[in-house]
């Protein structure tokens, strides 16, 4: 099931634009302070972070199932050419830009880095933080890019491939438990470490 506008309602920064709406799944966990602007899809279990921006003012953002968007993040897409599609479980760092491109189910971006018009990040891969994707550039399965601009450091390892999945079923969790609140079940991937005295 999605939700409306309405469901979100106390949330400050989901809006319409032209006429568009977000189209959000109800078991998304959406921050507060992210803003979530015209026709954008964000599908189940998916996690928005604390001041996250995703602009479909001028073409479409469709974002799969059990992907997760960290703090400070920014999606937008290019009007003429290239919406921006994120497939399931991807993971995207820190304050990543994702401009008019496509990442493929599993993949996993770093914090700070930029993916450009037309690229496209296939399935576990891995773009290092801080690294510059250019337009059009296709960053192969199982590789390791790095940066500015980015290009093929190296393979990754068995390790590796498991840390794509991990990642993503980890801020599942987190999700859930921000959603939840104090009402949360514990999760199995994190725990949380109290302040100390």
């Known amino acids: 099931m999605t939700s409306d506008h309405n ?6 920064f989901i809006e319409p634009f032209l006429g568009q ?3 959000i799944n109800e078991t998304a966990f959406i921050a507060k302070s992210a803003a979530i ?3 954008v899809k964000i599908g189940e279990d998916c996690s ?12 479409y953002v469709t974002i799969g199932k059990g ?6 993040s920014v999606v937008h897409i290019d ?6 599609i994120i497939g399931d479980y991807v993971t995207i760092g820190h304050s990543a830009i994702i ?5 493929e189910n599993h993949s996993f971006i770093g914090m700070g880095a930029i993916i450009m018009d037309g690229a496209v990040v296939n399935s576990y891969s891995m773009v290092a933080a801080g690294a510059l994707v250019t337009p059009g550039k296709n960053v192969p399965r199982g590789e390791l890019w790095a940066g500015s601009p980015a290009k093929k450091m190296r393979d990754l390892t068995t ?3 498991k840390m794509i999945e991990t990642s993503a079923e980890r801020y599942i969790e987190v999700g859930r438990a921000a959603k939840s609140g104090n009402i949360a079940n514990p999760p199995t991937h994190f725990s949380v470490k109290p302040i100390p005295d």
């Open 7 to 12: 469901s979100f309602a106390h949330h400050m």
């Open 21 to 23: 709406t977000p189209n």
């Open 37 to 39: 602007i015209g026709a």
């Open 48 to 59: 928005i972070w604390h001041h996250t921006t995703i602009r479909g003012d001028a073409n």
């Open 67 to 72: 992907t997760n968007l960290q703090d400070n």
């Open 79 to 84: 009007s003429a050419r290239f919406p921006t």
């Open 99 to 103: 401009h008019a491109c496509t990442l």
């Open 159 to 161: 390790d590796e491939f």
